[in-house]
Every structure is written in structure tokens, then in C-alpha cells.
């Protein structure tokens, strides 16, 4: 056990766990909510020397690339989530989208792995050379902030990832092998991309009874409703009220600083 928690320590560590929690604590203060996408395995390509031997029995080391399965630990925007507008947890959530916003380099990677439909991506990459990005009004919003104003064409490529419950049909007509036995009436969890209108990827999820992989946490939550609130809102009228106060304290000093006549 000692050796599996050391293991696992590690893990969380090459991930720079504690970073990506700061950057989600700090949303959840500020904007009300914060996420952490986790229980998911991502694929790393890594490069390394091996030993062969040749047909005359020499030895020598060559360059390969070993696939490796690792935990994927990951802090989500909630701008780019978008959880079933009728559920107040995730307890009663049906469903949930995140939006990806990938270059070109990362857009075509993912043809490499596994589940992945290979000539969809390829096709839209030449079919859409500049991209299928649309810049959202919360984008806009925090590159005006950051101080860039140039919003020319991003050539970037906008994805649909969705983790809930798909009637079993819908799955049938992408492709997607049931379990045997099983009622294609059912509900199944699964996780299925979408990248311009097309399925690229659809596939059942592979852990039960884990059918969202998001950890999503308020500052304070709010009766009734998904999303939590923050900071700034939670102090919005008491820092109105001392504006005011110091708006009208500000106007009378103005007033009484003035040349005095009889």
C-alpha cells in the first residue's frame, strides 16, 4: 500500500496537481464556481532508448516510442462547460458539454488515438483550413481586459465533448457496440465529440457509475440553482453602499470648499 500511494503521489505530482487546483479554487472565488475534470486515463507518447541486436549480434540502442497510460488531472473554465439546464447538481445531471477550442496540430493529434474517427478530422483540417472557430462574447470580454484587441481570425478548431446518458439507438447509429444482451431502449453512459456537426469520436464509458468526470465546486451555493456565487457578488452591495456614501461625502466637500458669499 505504501508503494501504491507513493505511486500515486508521484502521479499527482508530474500532473502539477496542486497548480490546476489553485487555478479552479481561484475561479470559484471569483466567478462562483470551479471545476476539476479527473478519473479519466489520458494516452502519453513517450520518447526512450531501447536495446536490439542485430543479425550479426551487435548491440545498439535505438530511439522508440512507448505509449503510456496516465491519470488526467485537468482544470476546466466554466465558461466551457455547459451542464443540463434543468438540473441543480450534479447529482441530477443528465448530461454535460464542454467546448474545446484546439489548434491545428492539436486537432489533427487527435486522429492518432484510439476511438477517434481519422477521416472525419483529416477531412475537416483540409476542408477547413482557416478553422471553425467563432469567438464567444466571454472571450472577447477577457482579451479586451488582457489588453488584445486584435481579434483576426484565430484558425483554431472548435470541439463538443459530451459525458451523460444517450438512448442507446443514437449510439447504434454512430457505431457503437452495445453490451450483449442489452435493450437499445435503455440509457447508457457514454462520451461522444462532435466537430462540426459530426461525430468524430462515440464510445461507452468505460468506468460505471461514473458518468460525468467533473468535480464541479461553489464558493457559495445558491438554493435551487447549479452554478454557485462568488466573492465579488456576494459583497456587491455593500461596496455600492460604500461608494455612495463615498460619492455623497466627496459632493459636500466639494460644495463646502467653495468661495463663500453673503
Known amino acids: 500500500s505504501e508503494e501504491m500511494q507513493k505511486d ?15 487555478e479552479a479554487i481561484l475561479e470559484a472565488c471569483i466567478f462562483g464556481s470551479g471545476a476539476i475534470k479527473s478519473g479519466t486515463v489520458k494516452i502519453d507518447k513517450v520518447q526512450s532508448y531501447q536495446r536490439v541486436e542485430d543479425e ?18 485537468e482544470s476546466v473554465s466554466i465558461f ?5 439546464p434543468y438540473c441543480t ?10 467546448r474545446h477550442v484546439l489548434t491545428r496540430r492539436q486537432f489533427r493529434e487527435l486522429a492518432d488515438l484510439p476511438n477517434f474517427d481519422s477521416e472525419i478530422i ?12 467563432e469567438e464567444e462574447d466571454h472571450e472577447r470580454t477577457r482579451r479586451e481586459i488582457a489588453g488584445v484587441i486584435d481579434h483576426g481570425d484565430s484558425r483554431r478548431f472548435e470541439l463538443l465533448e459530451f459525458w451523460g446518458s444517450i438512448d442507446g439507438y443514437d449510439l447504434q447509429e454512430v457505431g457503437v457496440e452495445l453490451p450483449e444482451g442489452s435493450d437499445p431502449s435503455q440509457d447508457f453512459d457514454a462520451n461522444v465529440w462532435i466537430v462540426a456537426g459530426k461525430v468524430i469520436k462515440a464510445a461507452l464509458n468505460p468506468v460505471k457509475g461514473y458518468r460525468i468526470p467533473y468535480n464541479i465546486f461553489p464558493y457559495e451555493r445558491t438554493p435551487h440553482q447549479f452554478w454557485g456565487v462568488g466573492v465579488p457578488r456576494m459583497m456587491r452591495d455593500s461596496q455600492q453602499t460604500m461608494n455612495a456614501a463615498r460619492r455623497i461625502w466627496l459632493d459636500n466637500k466639494a460644495l463646502s470648499s467653495g468661495t463663500m458669499v453673503e
Open 8 to 22: 500515486i503521489e508521484d502521479q499527482l505530482i508530474e500532473e502539477n496537481t496542486e497548480q490546476k487546483m489553485k
Open 56 to 73: 550479426m549480434g551487435r548491440s545498439q540502442y535505438v530511439m522508440a516510442m512507448e505509449e503510456e497510460a496516465r491519470p488526467e488531472i
Open 80 to 84: 466551457d462547460l455547459y451542464p443540463d
Open 89 to 98: 447538481s450534479l447529482a441530477d445531471c443528465s448530461g454535460m458539454f464542454r
Open 122 to 133: 483529416l477531412a475537416t483540417v483540409k476542408d477547413r483550413r482557416n478553422g471553425n472557430h
